[in-house]
C-alpha cells in the first residue's frame, strides 16, 4: 500500500515535458554544437535561423558575423545579416552588407533584387522628407448617376406615391480625376515626423449636372514613433466639398490614429475622427443644411500578406449627430480586396500587372424617421459592394487602371433601395 501511494505520489510530481522545453534544448544544443565548432557552417546557420524566430537578432547576427569570419564569400549570409541590421534600425549597417551581398560578380540575381528593395528602403528612412503622389483621371460610366430609386413606387407623407420618371435611376457618363498626396518631414532617423496629406477629387457630368463633385480635404499632424515597429499620430483635418457646382458641405475636425508592423506580414492600423460638417442649402439640395452635425469615425485597417496571398481589410463604424434626427445614424461597414500581382511580356518587355477582386457590405440605423417620406418608418439600409480594379503597367510608373463596381442597397424604404452598376477606365501614376 505504501509502495503504491508513494509510486503514484512520484508520478504526479513529475511534470510532462512542454513542447517549449523541447524546443529550447534544440536551440540550446545548436549553441552548444556551434559554440564547440564554430567552423560548423551549418550549425551556426540554424542557430541563426532559430534566433531570428525568437525575435533574438543579436544572438543571430554573432552567428552569422562568425560563419563570415571562416568563409568571408557568403552573399546570402551577408544579405541576412543586413535585414537584421535593417530590423534594428541600423540602416548604415544594413546599407554596407548588402553592398558586399552584390559585390561578387557572381551573387545569384534573386539576392540581387531584395538588396536593390533594401536599399531604395533605407534611402526612403534615412531621407530628410518623403513625398509620394498617386493620381488617376478618366471617363466612368454609371447605370444609376443619381442614386435613384430603383422602383417609381415610393413613399411620400406615409402614404404611396408614383415618383416622377425624371427623379428615377437615370444613367450618365462622367469625366472625373482623383488625387493623392502625400508628404512627411522627418525628425531623426526613429520614425518621427511632421506629415501632411492631400485628396483632391473632381468629376463632371455629362448630364446630369446637379451631380457634378468636387472634394478637397487636407491632413496635417505629428507622427511619433514607438520603438522601431510602431507609431501613432494626431492630426487636424479640414474637408471641402461642392455639389451641382455650388458649395455642399465644409467641415472641421482632428484624429488619432496607431499604426503597427505585424512581423514581416504587414501593417495594422486604427483611427478615430471627429468632424464637425456644416452643410450649405443650394437651389439643387434646397434642404441640405438639415444635414449638419457631428460626424465620429472609428476605422481599423489591414494590409497582409501570406506568401503569394494578399488581403487588405478596412472595418469602420460612424455615428451622425444632425440637426434634424432623421439624418442622424450608425453605420457599420467592412471592406475588403486581395490584390495579386504578377508580370507579363509586352512586345518582348516585362510590364507588372496588378488585378484586385473587392467587396463590400455595410449597414446603416437612422435614429428617426423622416416625416416627409413616412412618419412612422425608421429608415435601415443594407448594402452590398462588387467589384474589381485592373492596373496594367504602361511605362514605368505609368500605367493604364479599369475598375468594376457594383452596389445594391436594400433600405426599409423603397425611396433609397437602389442600385448602380459602374465602369471607369483611364490613366493612372505614382511618383
Not at 535585414?83 to 540602416?91: N, T
Not at 448617376?145 to 415610393?154: T, Y
Request: charged share 20%; hydrophobic share 40%.
Amino acid at each position: 500500500m505504501t509502495a503504491c501511494c508513494s509510486g503514484a505520489a512520484a508520478q504526479s510530481t513529475t511534470s510532462p515535458i512542454s513542447a517549449a522545453s523541447v524546443v529550447q534544448q534544440d536551440y540550446d544544443a545548436l549553441f552548444q554544437q556551434m559554440y564547440k565548432n564554430p567552423s560548423d557552417l551549418e550549425a551556426s546557420f540554424k542557430f541563426a535561423e532559430q534566433a531570428v524566430k525568437r525575435g533574438d537578432y543579436e544572438a543571430a547576427i554573432g552567428a552569422l558575423e562568425r560563419m563570415l569570419f571562416f568563409n568571408p564569400n557568403l552573399p546570402r549570409v551577408k544579405l541576412e545579416l543586413g535585414v537584421l541590421y535593417f530590423k534594428l534600425g541600423s540602416y548604415e549597417l544594413a546599407r554596407s552588407y548588402f553592398q558586399e551581398a552584390i559585390k561578387a560578380a557572381d551573387a545569384p540575381d534573386d539576392i540581387r533584387v531584395q538588396v536593390r528593395a533594401y536599399l531604395t528602403e533605407i534611402d526612403r528612412r534615412l531621407a530628410r522628407y518623403e513625398f509620394s503622389v498617386f493620381t488617376t483621371a478618366g471617363l466612368r460610366y454609371q447605370t444609376n448617376a443619381n442614386l435613384g430609386p430603383s422602383s417609381l413606387m415610393v413613399r411620400a407623407l406615409g402614404q404611396d406615391a408614383i415618383l416622377n420618371s425624371a427623379y428615377g435611376k437615370r444613367p450618365d457618363w462622367n469625366m472625373f480625376q482623383t488625387l493623392t498626396a502625400n508628404y512627411a518631414y522627418k525628425i531623426g532617423t526613429r520614425g518621427d515626423a511632421i506629415e501632411a496629406s492631400f485628396l483632391g477629387i473632381n468629376s463632371r457630368q455629362y448630364k446630369l449636372n446637379q451631380f457634378n463633385l468636387g472634394l478637397v480635404e487636407l491632413v496635417v499632424g505629428p507622427r511619433i514613433a514607438i520603438g522601431q515597429n510602431a507609431s501613432f499620430k494626431l492630426y487636424g483635418i479640414g474637408d471641402q466639398a461642392w455639389l451641382g457646382d455650388a458649395n455642399y458641405f465644409s467641415a472641421g475636425g482632428g484624429g488619432v490614429s496607431a499604426r503597427t508592423t505585424l512581423g514581416d506580414r504587414g501593417i495594422l492600423e486604427a483611427f478615430v475622427e471627429q468632424r464637425h460638417r456644416d452643410f450649405s442649402n443650394s437651389s439643387n439640395f434646397p434642404t441640405a443644411a438639415q444635414q449638419t452635425g457631428d460626424l465620429l469615425s472609428a476605422v481599423v485597417t489591414s494590409d497582409v500578406g501570406f506568401g503569394s496571398v494578399h488581403w487588405t481589410t478596412r472595418v469602420g463604424f460612424e455615428q451622425n449627430r444632425a440637426v434634424f434626427d432623421y439624418y442622424s445614424y450608425k453605420r457599420y461597414s467592412i471592406d475588403m480586396a486581395s490584390p495579386y500581382g504578377f508580370v507579363l511580356s509586352v512586345f518582348g518587355t516585362p510590364h507588372q500587372f496588378v488585378f484586385a477582386p473587392t467587396i463590400g457590405f455595410s449597414w446603416a440605423n437612422f435614429d428617426a424617421p423622416n416625416p416627409i417620406v413616412d412618419p412612422f418608418q425608421i429608415r435601415n439600409d443594407k448594402e452590398q459592394r462588387y467589384g474589381a480594379i485592373f492596373d496594367a503597367q504602361v511605362y514605368k510608373n505609368v500605367g493604364l487602371r479599369t475598375q468594376i463596381l457594383y452596389t445594391k442597397i436594400d433600405s426599409s424604404l423603397p425611396n433609397y433601395t437602389t442600385d448602380n452598376f459602374s465602369v471607369s477606365i483611364g490613366p493612372a501614376a505614382r511618383f
